[in-house]
């Protein structure tokens, strides 16, 4: 995240909590920004939707490596974009997950199944196949029910 786009700028520093007011808020996370003006995230009352999230490494900000990583840097600021609009992975209802190659998926499943163990209670994912750019393996976006 640049200087000029710090997390506390946006929400007053204050943490939000399950209970959101009705008004659009726009979710920043330390260390996790887009090229572009957006937003992380927005929560408009219990409804939150992410926007693109990659798996990059938060030291350098680019691509990590190995599929696996990416995996695993993904999903790690899905946690902590759904945590810092006020909710916890229970609340997250879909991922969508684009993929480079769609039969990497085992890298995606093992970082999924320490998230998600409860096969009753999982979220919804669909995952496809896309023309990712910039050394991108894979790339997700959610939507969140935050009651």
């Known amino acids: 995240m640049d200087a000029d786009h710090q997390a506390s700028q946006h929400h007053g520093g204050v943490k939000l909590g399950r209970t959101a007011p009705a008004a659009r808020t726009s979710i920043y996370v330390e260390g996790f920004s887009h090229k572009n003006p957006i937003p992380a ?3 408009v009352g219990p409804l939150l939707m992410s ?3 990659q798996g990059n490494d938060p030291a350098t900000g680019k691509p990590a490596a190995t599929i ?3 995996c695993e840097y993904m999903l790690a600021n899905v946690r902590r974009i759904v945590e810092a609009a006020g909710g916890s992975t229970g609340d997250i209802v879909k991922l969508t997950v684009w993929m480079k190659d769609r039969s990497q998926r085992p890298a995606l499943n093992k ?8 096969a009753a209670s999982r979220p919804a994912r669909h995952t496809m196949q896309a023309d990712l750019d910039m050394g991108k393996l894979v790339e997700c976006d959610f939507t969140a029910w935050i009651a």
């Open 41 to 43: 995230g927005c929560r």
């Open 51 to 53: 926007g693109s999230i």
């Open 68 to 70: 696996e990583a990416q």
């Open 111 to 118: 970082p999924w199944l320490e998230m998600f163990p409860d």
